[in-house]
């Protein structure tokens, strides 16, 4: 077996100032030299090689690359972080990230390994060391398991220690920094599309010619009223407004827009409540309200009664004169009286719970952020503004002149609007008003939607295990389906009772009349203006874990820890910046030495050009 190789020139400290030539012969190595050449140790003849060398230059150089690369990947994800994922043609975010950390992670291998390779020099300047450690400094410098030999054998007390560690901590590099990136679906808007949504301004319609005392009401808000009682869709589309989303997701400014809502107070305390016998063992309680003169009856379970349990509730439109809470209202406020619980009793110790519910529907302009998500409509409201007064239109001589009159009973209800003026001048540009244009919502309307709510909202309604009934106090209840409404709004209310016991939730009618307002709201706004929206559509957005970064920094940090300490300390020591070149080690000595007293000095062995020095492996026994 034969091997040819040719090596480096060695360090500066190994050359001589005298020339000599030597040849030695053995059975298994020959050495031949073709030239040697006197290198004197001056700054003027050192080469380029070994100043780089001598000053560390590679291995700084690599520090900063690998330093430059962690800044570039950090830089590049704190961009993207929380950010639609880029569409790069030629390169992917994951092949940005692997490339940057592979680079970051050769160059801290590099120059670590540089600085394993140099404390060895360091260790064995320090003081006399078992000839071994060359070897367990070489495996170090080779791979993690060498790396942790080290560690053991100088227990942490050398910067070669944190080198170790570094090589070890570098296996989990490039997880650590693949796992940086997480992706997630998010939306960005999408200017080749816009969404739309109804919003309104004025509210003048009806549904057919003047009846007495008002209007009716006009077919899409008695339909949307309707649909409160009698939709079955649990997506409540009588809520919701018009609106167009071609995506999944759609976002709108704030909108101001007419609307309505309801008030509603608990009246309770305001009940008059009593039981009386019907016979010795039958008992019929009522709730009265004293002031607008409206009765509830229950008669509550038991079981030695010849009577069945019959439920009910009473419902009523009162004037200004007889509303309890809601007296200064231009509409009709409604009373509501219903036993909530009922159960077997006695005269002398009834068990019925009553609740007593006043309520009205007023006009509002109401200022809004809508939102569609996931096919998902929502409304947030920013703001309400209820303030508004009523005017008189001239319009024989100047349709823009508004002239106000406290008395309107004897004149033509078309003749009056309210107007309201809320203070939010920039969100109305999307409705094109001036700043000083009004919201207007006309009399007529008002009167027809209020007769509407009178009529529906106005009878006694009860139930036992055989039979219900149904009593109208209005005389105009034929108009609508004031039957069919009440009916629906028991039954929905009672649907778990049975023949003994009735317990209905708290607070129902004030639910109730808050979906009509919605209805009224949602008519409001169907019926004139369009406003203009964000479109949006799902993409894939990058999320940073930042924590997965640290050991990508601490093993850099690690390697720079270990490479200038290990600097430090060959300057400190004196020691020959020898690194990983083991030439070194072949021509340090030569065989026999020099008698100095007792003992035997090593002779320095005269060193050759090693660019020239050629060598062959002869006759090697495969024994020790």
Known sequence: MAARTEGPAPTQELLEDDRRMSED???????????????????????????????????????????????ALVAVLAKYDGKPQPDWYYMSLNSLISWLSTISRACILFFVSEALG????????????????????DSATRGPYGALELIWTLQGRHFAALGSLAVVLALAFDPFAQNLVHY?????RDTSNTATISSSSYYGSHGGPFQVDAFPVEYALKTNVYNVF?????????????????ST???????????????????????????????????????????????????????????????????????????????????????????????????????????????????????FRASVRNNDYSEETLAIWSDRALVRMNYTEDPDYL??????????????????????????????????????????AEKAIAKFL?????????????????????PEAALYAS??????????????CDSRRCDVKLDRFNRTMSSVAQAIAKTFRDSQDTTYGHLEVTVTHIAVHWQWITLPIFVWVLGAVALFGTVWKTRRRRAPRWKNDPLPLLFLYQDGGEKEGDWERPRPRPIPDIDTVKVKLHGVSPHL
Not at 184 to 188: A, C, P, Q
Not at 266 to 285: A, F, K, P, R, V
Not at 426 to 436: A, D, F, G, V
């Open 25 to 71: 012969q053995s059975s298994d190595i020959q050495v031949t030299t073709s030239s040697v050449s006197t290198v004197h140790e001056t700054a003027s003849e050192r080469s380029a090689r070994m100043r780089i060398s001598d000053w560390f230059v590679l291995e700084i150089l690599a520090t900063g690359v690998s330093a430059g690369a962690l800044i």
């Open 118 to 137: 140099q404390s060895k020099w360091v260790w064995f300047s320090q003081e006399e060391q078992p000839i071994s450690n060359i070897r367990t400094f």
């Open 184 to 188: 997630y679906e998010g939306t960005v």
């Open 230 to 246: 009698f939709s079955r869709d649990s997506e409540t589309p009588w809520s919701i407004p018009r609106y167009g989303c071609p």
């Open 249 to 367: 997701n759609c976002t709108w400014d704030s909108i101001v827009s007419l609307d309505a809502r309801a008030l509603c107070a608990n009246i309770t305390e305001h009940l008059t409540q009593s039981c009386d016998g019907l016979s010795s063992d039958d008992i019929n309680c009522t709730a009265t309200l004293t002031k607008s003169q409206i009765d509830a009856w229950a008669l509550p379970y038991d079981p030695d009664s010849e009577y069945a349990q019959a439920v009910g509730f009473v419902v009523k439109a009162v004037n200004s004169s007889q509303a309890i809470t809601y007296t200064n209202t231009t509409t009709s406020a409604i009373q509501f009286v219903e036993p909530l619980k009922s159960s077997g009793s006695s005269p002398g110790d009834p068990v019925i719970k009553w609740e007593a519910t006043e309520c009205t529907i007023e006009p509002v302009v109401r200022k």
């Open 403 to 444: 002239g106000t009159s406290p008395d309107f009973a004897f004149t033509n209800d078309t003749d009056y609007q309210w107007h309201f003026y809320p203070p939010w001048s920039e969100e109305l540009t999307h409705l094109k008003l001036r700043p000083n244009q009004s919201f207007i919502y006309t009399l007529s």
């Open 454 to 474: 009178r009529i529906i909202f106005t009878g006694y309604y009860w139930q036992n295990s055989t039979e219900y009934g149904y009593n109208s106090t209005d």
């Open 483 to 496: 039957s069919d409404v009440l009916q629906s709004f028991h039954r929905e209310g009672r649907s778990a």
